[in-house]
C-alpha cells in the first residue's frame, strides 16, 4: 500500500510559498504544543517575517520536563523562520547574515569579542542571555552527512565569540519539518489534500450551509466544555459520540467547537466514505500518527467498529461520531454519548433578530412553531434578506425549504410528491445496493405521477441531497425532522394514498417495512 499520499515531501515544503510555510509551521507549533500538554498561551509567532523582529518569528515561553529532539525543547525557544530563497542553504555566509546582518569568515575573524556582539541581532542575543534555545528553522534548504551539525557548529562560534558560554542552539531543516509534519495528517492536508473528500475543520465551516453565526446557550457552552476536556486528555473518554434529531445542527456544533483544534483534526461526511478511504487504510497500518477523527452520519455498528480496529493502533486516537439519533446508548466505558438539545425559542428568535434584523414580535411568533431548529431560523432569515418577507408560517417556511429556487409548477409538484412519499418511512435506500427499494417508491410515486422517470427521480434526490434535504450516502433520510413530520401529515390527507400503501406493504422488502413501521 503507497502511504505517500498520507505524508508530505521535501519537495512540496521547499515549494511553499513564504506566507503559507509560515502558517503551517504555526500550525505545527500548535499540534507539538498540544502533544506535550503546553497551553496555546505560551505561544506567539508572527506571519509577517519581513517584520522587523531582531532575528526572532516565534517564541514558546514553556519548559518540558525531559529532553527532546524535537521542535520543543526542554527549556524555552525562540525560533526564527527562513521560508524563502533568500535562505536556500546551510552555507556559513547566509548564517552570517542572519545572525549579524552580513560578514564574511574573515570579517569576524577580524572583529573583537564585543564588536561581534555589537553586530548580533537584538532578540537572537536576548535569546541566549535569557538561556532560551535558538532554533533556525528553515523550508529551503536539507542538510545532508555533517552539513546540519557544521551548521550548527558555525552559529556556536559565533556566540562564543560574542562571549556566551554554551549556547543552545538547534537547527530544523526540511528533513526534520517533513518528519514532524507527518505525525499529523490534518497538517498534511493542509499542504496537500488528502484524497476522499477528507476535510479540515476550517475548510468544513466555510461552505454556504455551515457558515452561518454560531450561537451559544449555556447548553452549548457546557458541551463546548465537554470537548475542551477532551481533547487536553481531561478525561478518560476516547470517543465523544453526538446525538441529535435530523436539523437540530450537530454537525456546526462539533465543528465550531473543534475548529480550535484544527491542526490535529479531519472530518469525513459519513461512515461509507470514511470505511472505504485510504486513510482508515492508512491508520490501521501506522502508529506514530496523533489525529482526532470527526466522522459524520456514522450509526452505532460503523463508530463502535472504527474506534475498536483503531483505538490498539493508533495511541494518539480520538474519535467522534455524529448520528441522527437519540436512541443509541453504549456500554463502552471509554465512549460518552452527548445528546444535543434543540435551540430554545429564545434562542432561535434571537437569530431572527439580532443576525436578520427580523422585528421581535414577529421573530418570536414565528419561534413558537419552529421548534428550535437552527437552520429553519437562518433559512428565514436568508429569504428576508434576499426578498424582503418574512414567512411567518410554517407552510410556507417548509414548502419554500423543500422547492429551493425552482419556479416551475409541474416540477414544484412533483418535488413536493415525491418528499411526501418518502416522508413515510424513517429512511430510505436509494443508491445500486438499494435497487428493489428505489424501484419500490418509484413505482408508488408513479401511481401518482404517471410521467416520472426514474432520471426525473434521480434528478430531484440529488438536489435535495446537494441542499442537505435528504441527508445520508446510501439510506437517506429527511431533514429537518420538523419537515419530516410535516410531509408525513401531509401525505395521508389524500385518502386515496392509504389504500395503495397498505396493498403494497406485502412486497416491502424487510428494511423498507421496518422503516415503515417506525
Known amino acids: 500500500m503507497n502511504d505517500s499520499l498520507f505524508n508530505i515531501s521535501i519537495d512540496s515544503l521547499k515549494s511553499l510559498e513564504e506566507k503559507e510555510a509560515v502558517k503551517i509551521f504555526k500550525t505545527l507549533l500548535q499540534?507539538?504544543?498540544?502533544?506535550?500538554?503546553?497551553?496555546?498561551t505560551k505561544i506567539q509567532i508572527t506571519e509577517n517575517t519581513k517584520a522587523a523582529d531582531g532575528g526572532i518569528d516565534a517564541t514558546i515561553d514553556y519548559c518540558?520536563?525531559?529532553?527532546?529532539?524535537?521542535?520543543?525543547?526542554?527549556?524555552?525557544?525562540?525560533?526564527?523562520?527562513?521560508?524563502?530563497?533568500?535562505?536556500?542553504?546551510?552555507?556559513?555566509?547566509?548564517?552570517?547574515?542572519?545572525?549579524?546582518?552580513?560578514?564574511?569568515?574573515?570579517?569576524?575573524?577580524?572583529?573583537?569579542?564585543?564588536?561581534?556582539?555589537?553586530?548580533?541581532?537584538?532578540?537572537?542575543?536576548?535569546?541566549?542571555?535569557?538561556d532560551k534555545y535558538y532554533v533556525l528553522v528553515s523550508f529551503r534548504t536539507e542538510a545532508e552527512g555533517t552539513k546540519k551539525q557544521d551548521a550548527i557548529n558555525i552559529i556556536k562560534n559565533v556566540l562564543t565569540k560574542c562571549g556566551y558560554s554554551n549556547p543552545k542552539v538547534d537547527i530544523f531543516d526540511c528533513t526534520n519539518l517533513q518528519l514532524a509534519i507527518n505525525r499529523y495528517p490534518?497538517?498534511?492536508?493542509?499542504?496537500?489534500?488528502?484524497?476522499?473528500?477528507?476535510?479540515?475543520?476550517?475548510?468544513?465551516?466555510?461552505?454556504?450551509?455551515?457558515?452561518?453565526?454560531?450561537?451559544?446557550?449555556?447548553?452549548?457552552q457546557n458541551i463546548e466544555n465537554v470537548f475542551d476536556d477532551f481533547y487536553n486528555d481531561n478525561t478518560d473518554y476516547k470517543h465523544l459520540r453526538i446525538l441529535?434529531?435530523?436539523?437540530?445542527?450537530?454537525t456546526k456544533a462539533v465543528l465550531e467547537f473543534c475548529k480550535k483544534y484544527n491542526f490535529n483534526t479531519l472530518y469525513i461526511e459519513t461512515a461509507e466514505k470514511f470505511e472505504d478511504s485510504k486513510l482508515y487504510s492508512f491508520l490501521k497500518r501506522n502508529k506514530d500518527v496523533s489525529i482526532t477523527l470527526i466522522i459524520d452520519e456514522c450509526n452505532l455498528s460503523n463508530a463502535e467498529t472504527f474506534y475498536g480496529r483503531?483505538?490498539?493502533?493508533?495511541?494518539?486516537?480520538?474519535?467522534?461520531?455524529?448520528?441522527?439519533?437519540?436512541?443509541?446508548n453504549?456500554?463502552?466505558?471509554?465512549?460518552?454519548?452527548?445528546?444535543?438539545?434543540?435551540?430554545?425559542?429564545?434562542?432561535?428568535?434571537?437569530?431572527?433578530?439580532?443576525?436578520?434584523?427580523?422585528?421581535?414580535?414577529?421573530?418570536?411568533?414565528?419561534?413558537?412553531?419552529?421548534?428550535?431548529?437552527?437552520r429553519i431560523a437562518h433559512y428565514i432569515g436568508k429569504n428576508f434578506i434576499a426578498n424582503q418577507e418574512v414567512l411567518d408560517n410554517l407552510d410556507d417556511i417548509l414548502k419554500n425549504l423543500i422547492i429551493g429556487s425552482e419556479t416551475n409548477q409541474d416540477n414544484i409538484k412533483n418535488i413536493i410528491?415525491?418528499?411526501?412519499?418518502?416522508?413515510?418511512?424513517?429512511?430510505?435506500g436509494f443508491s445500486e445496493s438499494f435497487e428493489e427499494e428505489k424501484n419500490i417508491i418509484l413505482n408508488l410515486i408513479k401511481c401518482e405521477l404517471p410521467n416520472l422517470t426514474s432520471i426525473n427521480l434521480e434528478n430531484i434526490v440529488n438536489d435535495l441531497k446537494r441542499r442537505k434535504i435528504l441527508q445520508q450516502e446510501h439510506t437517506l433520510y429527511i431533514s429537518p425532522k420538523i419537515l419530516h413530520i410535516w410531509l408525513y401529515g401531509n401525505f395521508w390527507k389524500n385518502s386515496s394514498r392509504k389504500k395503495l400503501i397498505f396493498d403494497s406493504i406485502k412486497i416491502f422488502p424487510t428494511s423498507l417495512r421496518k422503516w415503515f413501521g417506525e
Do not use: W
Open 31 to 40: 499540534a507539538e504544543a498540544y502533544r506535550y500538554n503546553i497551553p496555546v
Open 64 to 130: 518540558i520536563p525531559e529532553e527532546s529532539e524535537d521542535i520543543i525543547k526542554n527549556g524555552q525557544v525562540n525560533y526564527q523562520i527562513k521560508a524563502d530563497n533568500s535562505f536556500d542553504s546551510l552555507a556559513e555566509g547566509a548564517i552570517l547574515k542572519e545572525l549579524l546582518g552580513n560578514g564574511t569568515r574573515d570579517e569576524l575573524n577580524g572583529l573583537s569579542s564585543e564588536e561581534t556582539k555589537n553586530r548580533l541581532k537584538q532578540k537572537i542575543k536576548e535569546t541566549i542571555e535569557q
Open 186 to 220: 490534518a497538517i498534511v492536508n493542509q499542504i496537500t489534500p488528502l484524497p476522499d473528500n477528507i476535510s479540515n475543520v476550517l475548510d468544513i465551516l466555510n461552505v454556504e450551509r455551515l457558515n452561518e453565526k454560531f450561537y451559544y446557550n449555556q447548553d452549548l
Open 244 to 250: 441529535a434529531e435530523p436539523g437540530v445542527g450537530k
Open 310 to 328: 483503531l483505538k490498539n493502533t493508533i495511541p494518539k486516537l480520538k474519535l467522534i461520531t455524529i448520528y441522527n439519533d437519540f436512541k443509541q
Open 330 to 374: 453504549t456500554s463502552d466505558s471509554e465512549t460518552q454519548v452527548i445528546n444535543l438539545p434543540k435551540l430554545s425559542n429564545e434562542d432561535f428568535s434571537n437569530i431572527l433578530i439580532s443576525e436578520y434584523n427580523v422585528e421581535k414580535s414577529l421573530a418570536s411568533h414565528i419561534a413558537s412553531f419552529c421548534e428550535g431548529y437552527p
Open 417 to 428: 410528491c415525491v418528499m411526501q412519499y418518502f416522508s413515510i418511512f424513517k429512511k430510505f
